[in-house]
C-alpha cells in the first residue's frame, strides 16, 4: 500500500523551461511535506518543505504547491538548468505517524541543454 | 553540509553472515534513521533513533537491529544476511522528528 506516489518515474525538460514534478498521497493525516534531491552516489538532500496550514512555499527557483483536497502536491522548478538532473523524492509525516516520513518511489528529472 | 558518514561505503558479504553498518554525525542532532532504497521502492524506513539507547522500529524492520550507546553512533546489523537485503542503506539525523532530515552518502551492500 503505497502512502506516497510519484507516477512519473522520469521526466524531461529543456534547459530553462519549467519542471513540474507531482506526488500524490492517500493518507488525509499528513500534514507536513518535504522534496529531496539524490544525485547518483550520493545521499538525498532537502531542498523545500511546506505545511499544510500554507497552499505555496518558494525557496529562490523552487517552489511547492500543495492541493489539499486532491491530496496532491507538485515541485516547480524554473528555470530549470542542467545541474537539476537528478532523482526527486516526496516525503510526507503526520504528527501522529509512526514512521515519521514516507517517501515516494521518486522522479528522475533530466535537463537537457 | 552536515557532518554525517558512513562505514563501509561499499561491501559484499555472503549470505548468513553477520553484517554491521555504521552511521557516525558529529552534528549532536537528537534523531537519527536508517533507511533502505530499492528501486521502485523509494526509501523505507528500517529503524529509528530518538536518543541514547532509544530506538523503535520502522516500516520495514525484519531481520535488522539497532543500537545506540552515543549520540553520533548509530549502528545497524543484519543478522544474518539475505539476498533481499541487498541494497543501498542510508543514515539519516535531524533535530527533531518533524524536521528535514540530512542523509548520509550511503552504503551499498551486496549480499551473495
Known amino acids: 500500500d503505497q502512502q506516497v506516489k510519484q507516477n512519473s518515474p522520469s521526466l524531461s525538460v529543456q534547459e530553462g523551461r519549467i519542471s513540474i514534478l507531482n506526488c500524490d498521497y492517500t493518507n488525509s493525516m499528513f500534514d507536513y511535506f518535504l522534496w529531496y534531491k539524490k544525485y547518483p552516489a550520493e545521499g538525498p538532500t532537502f531542498l523545500i518543505s511546506i505545511s499544510s496550514i500554507k497552499d505555496k512555499n518558494e525557496d529562490g527557483r523552487f517552489t511547492v504547491f500543495l492541493n489539499k483536497s486532491a491530496k496532491h502536491l507538485s515541485l516547480h522548478i524554473v528555470p530549470s538548468q542542467p545541474g537539476d538532473s537528478a532523482v526527486y523524492f516526496c516525503?510526507?509525516?503526520?504528527?501522529?505517524?509512526?514512521?515519521?516520513?514516507?517517501f515516494g518511489t521518486g522522479t528522475r528529472l533530466k535537463v537537457l541543454a | 553540509d552536515a557532518g554525517i558518514t558512513q562505514s563501509p561505503r561499499h561491501k559484499v558479504t555472503e549470505t548468513g553472515t553477520p553484517v554491521t553498518l555504521r552511521c557516525h554525525q558529529t552534528e549532536n542532532h537528537r534523531y537519527m534513521y536508517w533507511y533502505r532504497q530499492d528501486p521502485g521502492h523509494g526509501l523505507r524506513l528500517i529503524h529509528y533513533s530518538y536518543g541514547v539507547k532509544d530506538t523503535d522500529k520502522g516500516e520495514v524492520s525484519d531481520g535488522y537491529s539497532v543500537s545506540r550507546s552515543k549520540t553520533e553512533d548509530f549502528l545497524l546489523t543484519l543478522e544474518s544476511a539475505t539476498s533481499s537485503q541487498t541494497s543501498v542503506y542510508f543514515c539519516?539525523?535531524?533535530?527533531?522528528?518533524?524536521?528535514?532530515?540530512?542523509f548520509g552518502p550511503g552504503t551499498r551492500l551486496t549480499v551473495t
Open positions: 539519516a539525523i535531524s533535530r527533531g522528528s518533524r524536521d528535514e532530515q540530512y
Open positions: 516525503a510526507a509525516s503526520a504528527e501522529s505517524g509512526t514512521y515519521k516520513y514516507i
